[in-house]
């Protein structure tokens, strides 16, 4: 593994060959090359690199930001507006009377893994990965997903009532995973969040006695019928979870129903997980964790139905959604991004939200590296970034409000995770050297999470002709208009944006980049 400083990134005196020391107020990437097709920048207690708060231009300019398979990782670029075309083959035209769904959020999940792996840097790098994601500086992640109890990405099975028989949840209580890593995390990157977090809860399994095969792993749903002893109490187990981390000041805007339903429908399905068929899930959210919630402490927090792979969709939806009992306590869809090209976007998301349009689409859950062809921790790989950039751009093309990371911070081999499911994450931990990694995927997210704000509302923007550019236009509260542009292809791409407002924007998209430009409007 030999340190690389891209030709765009040299900012830097070298002092030795692994020793890379820059310049003074100076934040550019320190670029490895660990052997894939493109560079991690390497982070350590003291340094790391950044954008800094993302300020636009005044009125009749206007800002750019690139990152690419070359090296690039965030780079600012700034221009005029012109009045006249630049004669570009290709125009993008935004169109700001079209209007489609409002952004809630981006984020990552604080898995047992990720916390296990954050903690395991001295202070002052957990300070900076920290404020990597969830600081003015960072990249704006509003959303967390916890884990309710155990997942794969634990070191030990493990739920908060595993005392059998206990309908009246007297054992329930949290895991030291929680309350010495989980939850100071949480605290700490809330203190560091200009806004309020945007919490989400999921739990892998209900205790064994509750399931049918009595146990956390495997093919197995609750025992019983929705309205009945099982069902209820694990309604209540939802709402023990949220009174207990609401005595840390810690508030879940929502709960999914249960990570991935399906996989408990799975014979030896090898981690923790409980089967619901549509239907049983339809009539224990109107039965059982409907009316526990709203007549709970907590009844604000919204439910989100599926929790599970866009394939589902729309039948899943369409089973829970036109039931009355069920839909008055949902709020919306969670979708997780593995097997997506197996079923069209608009054959999913974009016919879930036509039948639906009253409930939102939320990403959930994605990592790269899962697949057995690809499988986990590729130091520096682009393809993994645009693998992101193009799930995010297809997702937001077809109505989600938001996209959440898979673990926030996993090892150099993709884990801990009990049952070796290992996979890729956006921050790489070396703790030995006391350094964290920041993968391509890692800028992949900040060209979304950066600029588009809660409250952004997706405008249309049409192409003059056909182009390999994958992109999507918003208008954020401000009034001011965000282009994100992804260049999956191998020869950079010349074309024009044309925003009625205000002119003409100049722009060129380098091979394999993605770019984001942003301007006032008025």
């Given at each position: 593994m030999v340190p690389l400083l891209p030709s765009v990134l040299v900012v830097a005196l070298?002092?030795?060959?692994?020793?890379?020391?820059?310049?003074?107020?100076?934040?550019?990437?320190?670029?490895?090359?660990?052997?894939?097709?493109?560079?991690v920048c390497e982070c350590n207690s003291t340094y790391c690199d950044?954008?800094?708060?993302?300020?636009?231009?005044?009125?009749?300019q206007y800002s750019t930001y690139l990152s690419s398979m070359a090296g690039s990782r965030m780079e600012p670029g700034q221009g005029q507006v012109r009045v006249n075309s630049t004669g570009a083959g290709l125009r993008l035209t935004i169109v700001p009377y079209q209007k489609y769904q409002r952004i809630k959020g981006f984020g990552g999940a604080m898995t047992d893994a990720a916390a296990i792996n954050i903690l395991s840097l001295s202070a002052g790098a957990q300070e900076q990965l920290l404020r990597q994601y969830f600081s003015k500086e960072g990249i704006g992640y509003?959303?967390?997903?916890?884990?309710?109890?155990?997942?794969?990405?634990?070191?030990?099975?493990?739920?908060?009532?595993?005392?059998?028989?206990?309908?009246?949840?007297?054992?329930?209580?949290?895991?030291?995973?929680?309350?010495?890593?989980?939850?100071?995390?949480?605290?700490?990157?809330?203190?560091?969040?200009?806004?309020?977090?945007?919490?989400?809860?999921?739990?892998?399994?209900?205790?064994?006695?509750?399931?049918?095969?009595?146990?956390l792993i495997g093919k197995g749903s609750l025992k019983g019928q929705p309205g009945g002893k099982?069902?209820?109490?694990?309604?209540?187990?939802?709402?023990?979870?949220?009174?207990?981390?609401?005595?840390?000041?810690?508030?879940?805007?929502?709960?999914?129903?249960?990570?991935?339903?399906s996989a408990g429908e799975m014979t030896n399905y090898s981690f923790q997980a409980l089967g619901f068929t549509p239907e049983e899930q339809r009539d224990w959210v109107a039965l059982d964790l409907g009316p526990a919630l709203q007549s709970s402490a907590h009844p604000h927090t919204h439910i989100l139905i599926l929790d599970d792979n866009r394939l589902l969709l729309p039948h899943w939806a369409r089973v829970v959604l036109s039931d009355v009992h069920a839909a008055r306590y949902i709020h919306g869809v969670a979708v997780h991004w593995y097997l997506d090209t197996l079923v069209p976007?608009?054959?999913?998301?974009?016919?879930?939200?036509?039948?639906?349009?009253?409930?939102?689409?939320?990403?959930?859950?994605?990592?790269?590296?899962?697949?057995?062809?690809?499988?986990?921790?590729?130091?520096?790989?682009?393809?993994?970034?645009?693998?992101?950039?193009?799930?995010?751009?297809?997702?937001?093309n077809h109505y989600v409000v938001g996209w959440t990371d898979w673990n926030l911070a996993l090892d150099q081999t993709g884990g801990p995770n009990w049952v070796k499911n290992f996979v890729d994450s956006p921050v790489i931990v070396d703790a030995k050297r006391d350094v964290f990694y920041k993968q391509p995927t890692f800028y992949s997210m900040a060209h979304f999470s950066a600029f588009l704000w809660e409250g952004s509302q997706r405008v249309g923007v049409s192409a003059s002709a056909k182009t390999q550019l994958e992109f999507s236009a918003f208008v954020r509260p401000d009034g001011s208009v965000v282009l994100i542009v992804l260049n999956r292809s191998s020869s950079a791409i010349q074309f024009e944006v044309w925003d009625p407002a205000v002119g003409y924007i100049p722009c060129t998209t380098p091979a394999h980049s993605l770019l984001t430009a942003a301007w006032n409007a008025h």
């Open positions: 070298v002092v030795s060959a692994a020793d890379v020391t820059l310049c003074a107020g100076i934040n550019r990437c320190v670029a490895r090359n660990f052997g894939h097709d493109s560079v950044g954008v800094g708060p993302v300020s636009l231009p005044p009125l009749g509003s959303v967390v997903r916890v884990p309710m109890a155990s997942c794969d990405f634990s070191t030990r099975l493990y739920t908060y009532a595993d005392t059998p028989g206990d309908y009246d949840l007297k054992s329930f209580a949290l895991a030291p995973e929680d309350v010495k890593m989980k939850i100071p995390l949480l605290l700490r990157a809330q203190a560091l969040s200009p806004r309020p977090l945007s919490l989400l809860g999921s739990a892998w399994s209900a205790p064994t006695w509750m399931k049918t095969n009595g146990a099982e069902h209820k109490t694990w309604a209540q187990y939802y709402i023990r979870f949220l009174e207990e981390y609401a005595k840390y000041n810690l508030t879940f805007w929502a709960l999914t129903t249960g990570n991935e339903p976007a608009e054959a999913s998301l974009g016919a879930t939200h036509q039948l639906f349009p009253e409930y939102y689409l939320f990403g959930t859950e994605a990592c790269a590296g899962w697949s057995s062809v690809d499988r986990g921790v590729k130091l520096g790989s682009w393809d993994h970034a645009e693998q992101y950039a193009h799930d995010i751009l297809e997702d937001l």
